[in-house]
Antibody, heavy 125, light 108 residues
Framework: QVTLKESGPVLVKPTETLTLTCTVSGFSLSNARMGVTWIRQPPGKALEWLAHIFSNDEKYSSTSLKSRLTISKDASKSQVVLTMTNMDPVDTATYLC?????????????????WGQGILVTVSS | SYVLTQPPSVSVAPGKTATITCGGD??????VDWYQQKPGQAPVLVIYYDTDRPSGIPERFSGSKSGNTATLTISRVEAGDEADYYCQVWDSRSDHVVFGGGTKLTVL
């Protein structure tokens, strides 16, 4: 059974750095057809992609947030970590991680087939 | 940047067919995925790679594409289908995952 679970602070102050961890089970972060993505959803708003990382350590992130985002993984711990610097109240959102399943090992076609429940992060002084 | 356009809302009576569209330039060249999100819950994949259905998703859910539009069709709609639906693609030009703005499906 595939599971993903987000963990981290639920309250951060403006200008602080947010560090979130996605702990996965039921699959390996070393699987060539898999990866993990981070997505966020402000209250009442649409899904917004943040970043993702594949088994070969290839990383992609949203250009609108690129300078603030870092994604990394530790396959031995089955964890993917997202850091976002200089947090602002507009970054208040539920942050979700999801498994990427690729059509082939080239991962040029993929989808998000399993999701964590998400963690609501509030940015406030 | 690449944009996917969805209608904000669609309403349908129980037992009828709901169609949710997702428009984007050259969407025919991209794999389109669809997610269902019920209030307070994480999204669930309902269609991947345009037309494929994950195991456990009812056959009532189907996907298609024509021209610059992808469509999610839900046949014999049930009250439990009421949710927000999002389309999503990978835009290889910008190396971005793009989500549509979401469509709220209301079952009358």
């Amino acid at each position: 059974q595939v599971t993903l679970k987000e963990s981290g602070p639920v309250l951060v102050k403006p200008t602080e750095t947010l560090t979130l961890t996605c702990t996965v089970s039921g699959f390996s972060l070393s699987n060539a057809r898999m990866g993990v993505t981070w997505i966020r959803q402000p209250p009442g708003k649409a899904l917004e992609w943040l970043a993702h990382i594949f088994s070969n350590d290839e990383k992609y992130s949203s250009t609108s947030l690129k300078s603030r985002l870092t994604i990394s993984k530790d396959a031995s711990k089955s964890q993917v970590v997202l850091t976002m610097t200089n947090m602002d109240p507009v970054d208040t959102a539920t942050y979700l991680c999801a498994r990427i399943l690729c059509y082939t090992t080239s991962c040029n076609m993929f989808w998000f087939d399993s999701w964590g429940q998400g963690i609501l992060v509030t940015v406030s002084s | 940047s690449y944009v996917l356009t969805q209608p904000p809302s669609v309403s349908v009576a129980p037992g009828k067919t709901a169609t949710i569209t997702c428009g984007g330039d050259n969407i025919g060249r991209k794999g389109v995925d669809w997610y269902q999100q019920k209030p307070g819950q994480a999204p669930v994949l309902v269609i991947y790679y345009d037309t494929d259905r994950p195991s456990g998703i009812p056959e009532r859910f189907s996907g298609s594409k024509s021209g610059n539009t992808a469509t999610l069709t839900i046949s014999r709609v049930e009250a439990g289908d009421e949710a927000d639906y999002y389309c999503q693609v990978w835009d290889s030009r910008s190396d971005h995952v793009v989500f549509g703005g979401g469509t709220k499906l209301t079952v009358l």
